[in-house]
């Protein structure tokens, strides 16, 4: 069914009303404009008033990503693949995502420290595919990455009464857990340029086989399959974002980067996404919701007026980011569609790399964002932020860390060589540092420095404060310290 874009207009008697939705009460805020509403959705809200106040936060120590010295920067020297003609290219490695147990901290695997990454051709932006790296646990030297190749043939995807993976032209960024039984389970995107940028939430057993003491190897996949692309209601589907008018409109569509959490025996996937029709789609009914302004009342109504007025109008009513969840049966199929963790409705479209995992008793959610996807006046086109939030239970509410959800900040040009993006919290064993890795160079951009593994670094985690560890940079593609450094 072709989806029209939900329109919210209430007569005035419906606005003097309480709505029953959702087991909950919509209630119409009294402003200047007899479109305003406020209703939440029961769901937690990335708002404008924690952003706005960001700049003012950022350029402090506390968030600021270290700077790291170009010369000492290496490639991978086993990023080793083959471009269109066969021929033996050294490949960009960018987004990346350990193999981890169920808890978040980093998975040993017959000794072996284990990191899925997408790589490719630096000169073929469409050569996108999961590359599994591996070194032994102690090794911490870039140099000691090793690496098995592709996870997946050109053939895997054909798998029979599968309606979207025959579809897939990329790979993209996902996780990975060693499940109770010791096997490899990997969680990705699938990506089809085919269909109009349709991503769908993967997953896969990868087998693994040691031909001897000093090497993994990929020995096919299993067990292989599409878990979920969206329903509409909570989640928007890409029919819904071409009926919408699609990139012509300006509007961008997401659903991937699933990652695998569990809680109490229950299997969970976190993914970035958009809104769905049912818990505040995007629309310009949206920038009269107060409940995606925060603060008081004269601060809904002034910024509400900027926008209304301003040129970001069309870009807030277009936003409607979420940090997803869904529950897994056992045999990690779809069991239940739940609501977003956390929505930035009128901020962002695009908030990426959910990250999620629990630490003394409480649940800590961090995402990626760009300035320049944002509609938040002093935010640019070059900041580059982690936010994080922190929730006593699994599905929230989610507050902001810090005040404002500020974790880190970065604002190099582009083309700098030691610009960093994707940064991902690798919890520890012991201790409340947890280590930030990322990637370094944007592919493509230099013949001989290619997409590397970043120096990883600290940031301690103090309650609903954090902050990046004093001279804590460590070595490319680092995911644990030593007890003594924790």
Same mark, same amino acid.
């Given at each position: 069914?072709?989806?029209?874009?939900?329109?919210?207009?209430?007569?005035?008697?419906?606005?003097?009303?309480?709505?029953?939705?959702?087991?909950?009460?919509?209630?119409?805020?009294?402003?200047?404009?007899?479109?305003?509403?406020?209703?939440?959705?029961?769901?937690?809200?990335?708002?404008?008033?924690?952003?706005?106040?960001?700049?003012?936060?950022?350029?402090?120590?506390?968030?600021?990503?270290?700077? %790291?010295?170009?010369?000492?920067?290496?490639?991978?020297?086993?990023?080793?693949?083959?471009?269109?003609?066969?021929?033996?290219?050294?490949?960009?490695?960018?987004?990346?995502?350990?193999?981890?147990?169920?808890?978040?901290?980093?998975?040993?695997?017959?000794?072996?420290?284990?990191?899925?990454?997408?790589?490719?051709?630096?000169?073929?932006?469409?050569?996108?595919?999961?590359?599994?790296?591996?070194?032994?646990?102690?090794?911490?030297?870039?140099?000691?990455?090793?690496?098995?190749?592709?996870?997946?043939?050109?053939?895997?995807?054909?798998?029979?009464?599968?309606?979207?993976?025959?579809?897939?032209?990329?790979?993209?960024?996902?996780?990975?857990?060693?499940?109770?039984?010791?096997?490899?389970?990997?969680?990705?995107?699938?990506?089809?340029?085919?269909?109009?940028?349709?991503?769908?939430?993967?997953?896969?057993?990868?087998?693994?086989?040691?031909?001897?003491?000093?090497?993994?190897?990929?020995?096919?996949?299993?067990?292989?399959?599409?878990?979920?692309?969206?329903?509409?209601?909570?989640?928007?589907?890409?029919?819904?974002?071409?009926?919408?008018?699609?990139?012509?409109?300006?509007?961008?569509?997401?659903?991937?980067?699933?990652?695998?959490?569990?809680?109490?025996?229950?299997?969970?996937?976190?993914?970035?996404?958009?809104?769905?029709?049912?818990?505040?789609?995007?629309?310009?009914?949206?920038?009269?919701?107060?409940?995606?302004?925060?603060?008081?009342?004269?601060?809904?109504?002034?910024?509400?007026?900027?926008?209304?007025?301003?040129?970001?109008?069309?870009?807030?009513?277009?936003?409607?980011?979420?940090?997803?969840?869904?529950?897994?049966?056992?045999?990690?199929?779809?069991?239940?569609?739940?609501?977003?963790?956390?929505?930035?409705?009128?901020?962002?479209?695009?908030?990426?790399?959910?990250?999620?995992?629990?630490?003394?008793?409480?649940?800590?959610?961090?995402?990626?964002?760009?300035?320049?996807?944002?509609?938040?006046?002093?935010?640019?086109?070059?900041?580059?932020?982690?936010?994080?939030?922190?929730?006593?239970?699994?599905?929230?509410?989610?507050?902001?860390?810090?005040?404002?959800?500020?974790?880190?900040?970065?604002?190099?040009?582009?083309?700098?060589?030691?610009?960093?993006?994707?940064?991902?919290?690798?919890?520890?064993?012991?201790?409340?540092?947890?280590?930030?890795?990322?990637?370094?160079?944007?592919?493509? %951009?230099?013949?001989?420095?290619?997409?590397?593994?970043?120096?990883?670094?600290?940031?301690?985690?103090?309650?609903?404060?954090?902050?990046?560890?004093?001279?804590?940079?460590?070595?490319?593609?680092?995911?644990?310290?030593?007890?003594?450094?924790?």
């Amino acid at each position: 069914m072709k989806m029209k874009r939900v329109a919210k207009h209430t007569t005035a008697a419906t606005l003097a009303a309480a709505l029953l939705v959702g087991g909950g009460y919509q209630t119409f805020a009294k402003g200047n404009d007899s479109k305003d509403f406020n209703n939440s959705y029961g769901i937690s809200h990335i708002t404008r008033d924690n952003m706005v106040k960001i700049p003012q936060q950022q350029n402090s120590d506390q968030f600021k990503v270290p700077a %790291f010295d170009e010369l000492t920067i290496k490639n991978i020297a086993s990023a080793k693949g083959k471009d269109a003609s066969g021929n033996t290219i050294d490949l960009d490695v960018w987004d990346s995502w350990p193999l981890q147990n169920a808890d978040g901290t980093v998975a040993t695997y017959h000794g072996y420290q284990i990191v899925f990454a997408l790589a490719g051709d630096p000169k073929d932006s469409n050569d996108t595919s999961v590359y599994l790296f591996y070194k032994k646990a102690g090794d911490k030297s870039i140099d000691s990455w090793k690496n098995a190749g592709r996870v997946f043939k050109d053939s895997d995807k054909f798998v029979p009464n599968d309606p979207h993976l025959k579809n897939q032209t990329q790979e993209w960024s996902g996780s990975a857990t060693l499940t109770k039984d010791g096997k490899v389970r990997l969680f990705y995107t699938d990506y089809s340029g085919k269909q109009y940028g349709k991503q769908t939430l993967t997953t896969a057993q990868v087998n693994m086989s040691q031909p001897n003491d000093n090497t993994l190897k990929v020995d096919g996949v299993e067990d292989y399959k599409s878990i979920f692309d969206g329903d509409g209601k909570i989640y928007q589907t890409v029919q819904q974002f071409i009926d919408e008018g699609g990139y012509d409109t300006g509007d961008n569509h997401t659903l991937r980067d699933p990652h695998y959490i569990e809680d109490n025996g229950h299997k969970y996937l976190v993914f970035e996404a958009n809104t769905g029709t049912e818990d505040g789609y995007q629309g310009e009914d949206s920038l009269y919701n107060r409940a995606y302004y925060g603060g008081n009342n004269p601060f809904f109504q002034s910024e509400k007026k900027k926008l209304l007025e301003g040129s970001n109008k069309e870009k807030a009513s277009l936003a409607n980011g979420a940090l997803g969840i869904i529950e897994l049966n056992d045999d990690y199929t779809l069991k239940k569609v739940m609501k977003p963790l956390i929505t930035s409705n009128t901020v962002t479209d695009e908030i990426e790399r959910a990250n999620i995992f629990k630490k003394d008793g409480k649940w800590y959610l961090f995402t990626d964002s760009r300035g320049s996807k944002m509609t938040i006046d002093g935010i640019g086109q070059d900041d580059v932020y982690m936010l994080g939030y922190v929730s006593n239970t699994l599905t929230g509410k989610y507050k902001p860390l810090n005040d404002t959800g500020l974790v880190l900040h970065m604002d190099l040009d582009p083309n700098d060589k030691t610009f960093t993006y994707s940064h991902f919290a690798v919890p520890q064993t012991k201790g409340n540092n947890v280590v930030i890795t990322s990637y370094m160079t944007n592919r493509g %951009f230099y013949e001989d420095n290619h997409s590397t593994f970043a120096p990883s670094f600290l940031v301690n985690i103090d309650g609903s404060k954090t902050s990046v560890v004093k001279d804590s940079v460590l070595e490319q593609g680092q995911l644990t310290v030593d007890e003594d450094e924790d």
